[in-house]
């Protein structure tokens, strides 16, 4: 089993940057695909970036050349900085560990 704890959220204006974490338990976290997903009010969740244990990675269009995905196998921990924050950018923003395992999710708002 893996636990996921998100943290980073928070208020940002329009054209800002802020960086997520999500910190992972277990010791096989270098072997997961980790991946972010956010959720806007009455949408769908989306894949935003996803990061495979070998370090590739893979966006959603509308982050690409926005956000970058990282992760630090020693530390247990992925992150996700994201720069020229835009208002639809306003989500909840989840962790996702393999295929099973989500974080309860950390708020980010994009507004002035």
């Known amino acids: 089993q893996v636990q996921l704890v998100e943290s980073g959220g928070g208020l940002v204006q329009p054209g800002g940057s802020r960086r997520l974490s999500c910190a992972a338990s277990g010791s096989l976290f270098s072997a997961y695909t980790m991946g972010w997903y956010r959720q806007a009010p009455g949408k769908q969740r989306e894949l935003v970036a996803e990061?495979?244990?070998?370090?590739?990675?893979n966006y959603a269009d509308s982050v690409k050349g926005r956000f970058t995905i990282s992760r630090d196998n020693a530390k247990n921990t992925v992150y996700l900085q994201m720069n020229s924050l835009k208002p639809e950018d306003t989500a909840v923003y989840y962790c996702?560990?393999?295929?099973?395992?989500w974080g309860q999710g950390t708020q980010v708002t994009v507004s002035s």
């Open positions: 996702k560990a393999g295929t099973r395992w």
């Open positions: 990061i495979t244990g070998g370090g590739s990675t």
